[in-house]
């Protein structure tokens, strides 16, 4: 997978290089670019952003560099993957549709994404008309949820590392991937490891494992941790809960 990252904070997508990601990176599973919007600009200042048109707080990224860093970007890539490739434009933003686990599963197929980082106010409206309409790009705005970032950064960091991890080979152990939270649309259950009983310092209070868990029965942990999935996720995101129940009805149909 290319993943092409267009921002006036480079040094932002630093983390990129560590860990499981960094791994995949060097392996040569994941080719991550990071490019500097900056350098799109002709002006002394290098810049990026404006005053809004009907006035208000804050500044709006100006749409010249915007689109000369697109052009630049898909030029390099199409030299890369071939004239026809065509990523999918992805520009985190408040106002963007919440990032989903079925979302990261979608992403991860592509296999060319571009991550538009918007600061400020946002980037003019315009650049988003032109990515769609005049480039014909699949462009998606893209929430990580209901509050305000100062900028898409830590979006692309949490929506690569969320789909990066999915490409095969990334980790180790790929059934890891299929009971978790958010896969097939409940939370995870609890886990526990070793030592079975524990007293924490200072409690006089020992915790054990649940006795199911020691007891080496797989079907009667698997429904255990079912049940365990629905108490918690109605606990805790009962929005969920009411969602994976529709599905389940219409499976059973
Ligand atoms: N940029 C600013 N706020 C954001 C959010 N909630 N999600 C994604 N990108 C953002």
């Excluded at 009907?54 to 890369?80: H, N, S, T, Y």
């Excluded at 705005?141 to 929506?159: F, K, M, W």
Aim: charge should be negative.
């Amino acid at each position: 997978m290319r993943i092409d990252v267009i921002t006036i904070f480079p040094d932002y997508l630093a983390p990129l290089d560590l860990s499981l990601i960094g791994k995949a990176r060097t392996r040569g599973l994941v080719d991550l670019r990071v490019h500097d919007l900056r350098a799109w600009t002709h002006d002394n200042h290098n810049s990026v952003d404006d005053a809004p048109f009907g006035g208000g707080a804050g500044m709006v990224m100006k749409p010249q560099p915007w689109a000369e860093a697109l052009a630049a970007v898909l030029d390099d890539g199409r030299a890369e993957l071939g004239a026809d490739a065509a990523p999918v434009l992805v520009i985190p933003g408040p106002s963007g549709a919440p990032f989903t686990q079925p979302q990261a599963h979608a992403l991860a197929e592509v296999p060319w994404l571009v991550f538009a980082c918007g600061r400020y106010e946002g980037i003019d409206e315009r650049v988003h008309e032109h990515a769609r309409e005049d480039l014909g790009l699949d462009t998606r705005v893209v929430s990580l949820g209901d509050y305000v970032l100062n900028g898409g950064e830590v979006a692309v960091l949490a929506i690569t590392e969320a789909v990066v991890r999915l490409l095969p080979g990334v980790v180790g152990n790929e059934a890891s991937l299929v009971e978790e939270s958010h896969e097939g649309g409940l939370l995870e259950y609890p886990v526990y490891t070793r030592p079975a009983r524990w007293t924490a310092p200072g409690s006089d209070v020992e915790r054990s494992v649940p006795d199911v868990l020691l007891g080496g029965n797989h079907a009667e942990i698997a429904r255990w941790r079912y049940a365990q999935r629905l108490a918690r996720t109605a606990e805790r995101r009962p929005d969920l809960l009411s969602a994976h129940e529709a599905s389940r009805a219409d499976g059973a149909r």
